[in-house]
């Protein structure tokens, strides 16, 4: 397989040319965006607790770092390979430089499914992972941080291996890590704090109020869908359906959301939660609700099913959720699509604060991270509603443009090495 050949990277591709058709961007700048900067390929061999040695195929890809050192999470799933994780990387350039951060795009992962390993095994596997990756990555170079199947215990094992081989801790080599090491406030639920933001601005345009009638479906019920279906249930909405890798409970009036995460919590699965009604992951994309957040996996939604999709609202929670294709087909019928690169921005602006913090060692209330991220949050939703008027194209396009006019900037400025 080479590195363009997944669906995701053909995806993001796809995603860069159209916006690059639209605002008619330079096609020497869309030549260098087409590729990314380095890729590297490591094996990750580690003794499991049977006393057999096992290898894992480990990948950390960083696309463009013209606007500062590569930023991207690490993916522990056994989907993981070198194409999808370089489409993510390019997902995360698009995304640092549409809210105006000082970061470049990168990500990583390995080829694993995390829950068939023990404690033990997984932190071999990520100490392993680290040191073969050490060569890219760095505090000032490249900064990992928890992505699907990894965590702020993930964060801790790859910044203490990457420490005792410093000699001494350097906790701005990741983020996400707990607050006992360095972590920032708010960490943890920035991304799904940050979806519910953005609709809170979407459902403003569209004059919709977020009240007790709001029906709420969410796919995915993780770092991300879990405090997304908090926040939107706290201002009041009617959480009407969650789903996670194992099945969908659904409930008309509204599910017992406390009950779903304390069970989460405890039994990892939301299958066999005492009382609720099972549905499958595709009815739940179907269902006819406000909004839709689809917070699990890329390619969800595609040209055969988007059809089926009723909500007024579909916010990405996850990176990719929607094809191009499904896109629109759904802007078409006339939703409006909060896409990915600033629906899911929010773990990644708090993760830049967390960076900030550990490299002033000067760290802030959660009040004041919240208030900067809505404002970040605010005036990115803001840029990429105006771009899609002046362009008029879709939420996805414009936010595109939105981030290549940013990149277009600093690439020319910075030049081509060597000249
Ligand atoms: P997670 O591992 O915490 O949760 C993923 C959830 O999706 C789990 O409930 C899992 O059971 C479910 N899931 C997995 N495969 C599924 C499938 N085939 N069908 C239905 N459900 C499935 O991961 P996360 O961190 O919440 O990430 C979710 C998405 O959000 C990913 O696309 C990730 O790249 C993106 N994202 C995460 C962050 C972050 O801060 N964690 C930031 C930006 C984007």
């Known amino acids: 397989m080479s590195i363009f050949d997944s669906p995701l990277y053909q995806d993001a591709l796809g995603q860069l040319e159209d916006a690059a058709k639209i605002m008619q961007l330079d096609p020497n700048i869309l030549e260098r965006l087409k590729y990314p900067k380095r890729a590297l390929q490591v094996s990750v061999p580690i003794r499991l607790d049977d006393g057999s040695v096992k290898t894992f195929m480990g990948f950390r890809v960083q696309h463009n770092m013209t ?40 990500k990583g992962g390995v080829c694993v499914d995390p829950g068939q390993l023990s404690r033990q095994e997984l932190q071999s596997l990520t100490r392993r992972y680290a040191t073969e990756i050490k060569l890219i990555v760095g505090p000032t170079s490249d900064i990992p941080a928890p992505d699907i199947g990894t965590d702020g215990q993930t964060m801790a094992w790859f910044m203490d291996t990457y420490s005792q081989i410093e000699g001494y801790a350097v906790p701005g080599v990741v983020t996400g890590k707990p607050i006992a090491i360095g972590g920032s406030l708010g960490r943890n639920e920035s991304t799904g704090k940050g979806v519910a933001f953005c609709i809170n ?13 709001t029906t709420v479906a969410i796919h995915g019920f993780g770092k991300v869908g879990v405090p997304a279906a908090e926040d939107l249930y706290a201002q009041g909405a009617k959480i009407v359906a969650v789903s996670d890798v194992s099945c969908g409970i659904y409930n008309k009036d509204g599910i017992d959301l ?33 909004i839709l957040i689809p917070a ?7 040209k055969d099913n988007a059809r089926n999709v009723k909500a007024k609202i579909i916010a990405e929670g996850a990176n990719g959720p929607l094809t191009r294709e499904a896109i629109d087909i759904v802007c078409k019928r006339g939703a409006f699509l909060i896409p990915d690169i600033l629906c899911n921005a929010g773990g990644v602006i708090v993760s830049y604060f967390e960076w900030v913090q550990g490299l002033q060692n000067f760290f802030w209330d959660l009040n004041e991270i919240n208030t900067k991220l809505h404002g ?11 771009c899609s008027k002046s ?20 690439m020319r400025l910075r030049g081509l090495f060597p000249s």
């Open 376 to 386: 970040i949050l605010q005036k990115s939703f803001e840029e990429v509603y105006a």
């Open 296 to 302: 699990a996996i890329d390619g969800v939604v595609t």
């Open 201 to 213: 601005f979407a459902a403003k345009k569209i004059g919709m109020e977020i009240n007790r009638n």
């Open 258 to 290: 406390r009950s779903a995460v304390e069970w989460v919590k405890q039994r990892k699965l939301l299958k066999d939660l005492p009382g609720a009604k099972i549905i499958s992951n595709e009815e739940l994309l179907a269902l006819d609700v406000d």
């Open 67 to 106: 606007l500062g050192p590569g930023k991207g999470g690490i993916r522990y799933h056994p989907k993981v390979d070198l194409s999808e994780t370089a489409g993510l990387a390019m997902l995360m350039t698009f995304k640092c430089a549409l809210v105006g951060l000082p970061l470049g795009g990168a």
């Open 391 to 410: 362009y008029k194209c879709d939420m996805k396009k414009a936010a595109l443009i939105t981030a290549l006019k940013r990149l277009d900037k600093a």
